[in-house]
């Protein structure tokens, strides 16, 4: 709904706890208002690459990118649109059917991850899933981050900032969109009816990429 402003909420209260255990009864997800991200911003591109310690892609068509914007035009009109996609975190993930050896698996929180222990590289979850977020490492890494493992042969996708998220924190993104973009991203506990990112859900009209899938992404959108 144009107008309507979306506040990026940095405060620990709606985050995770991180004295409590990974439960279902939340399911941690994203409100990101396109009318508040414009064609010239990537902080949270750039938040997440500098995170988790991925480096700038050099082919767009291999190198990993955990987030990327994508830009849209309707041809009839030329509106511009362009928003950031990155691992939907779905409930019925098509990733995780296919995985031959269970590397890939969603926490009882909705959390779509890869055990890169038991990831063979097989690449079935890249062609399993609809929204083209994840990548294939070809080559050694550099500058990996402890909490953030990586490794050539495996496969790797957004982890929503697992890591700052149990130790009660917001995303990366999340965060560099409200100080450094125009706040157009919120996060919070989609199961939680006092939280902020679902009285909005339920105040406001908003969408899911391919929501016809069935998949049920943890990632909408608003004004796409």
């Not at 009864?25 to 010239?40: P, Q, V, Y």
């Not at 062609?127 to 790797?156: I, N, W």
């Not at 859900?201 to 391919?210: D, E, G, K, Q, V």
């Amino acid at each position: 709904m144009p107008g309507v402003t979306l506040y990026v909420l940095g405060d620990e209260a709606h985050a995770k706890d991180p004295a409590t255990a990974v439960s279902s009864k939340n399911r941690w997800g994203f409100l990101i208002d396109i009318s508040k991200c414009t064609d010239d911003c990537t902080a949270c591109v750039t938040a997440c690459r500098t995170e988790n310690g991925v480096a700038d892609p050099e082919n767009l068509e291999v190198d990993a990118q955990w987030i990327r914007k994508v830009f849209l035009k309707d041809p009839e009109t030329g509106a511009k649109k362009s928003l950031p996609v990155m691992c939907q975190h779905c409930a019925s993930p098509p990733c995780v059917d296919v995985c031959p050896t269970g590397a890939s698996f969603k926490r009882a929180d909705g959390i779509v991850l890869v055990d890169k222990h038991i990831c063979i590289g097989c690449r079935y979850c890249m062609m399993a899933c609809p929204y083209k977020a994840r990548s294939f490492v070809h080559e050694p890494l550099e500058d990996q981050k402890p909490y953030a493992p990586r490794g050539k042969g495996t496969v790797e996708s957004c982890t929503m900032c697992v890591h700052r998220v149990d130790a009660g924190q917001m995303p990366a993104c999340v965060d560099a969109c409200g100080s450094e973009g125009k706040g157009a991203m919120l996060f919070g506990d989609l199961n939680d009816p006092n939280s902020e990112i679902a009285q909005r859900l339920a105040s406001y009209p908003t969408t899911r990429i391919r929501a016809d899938l069935g998949v049920a992404p943890g990632v909408h959108y608003q004004n796409l």
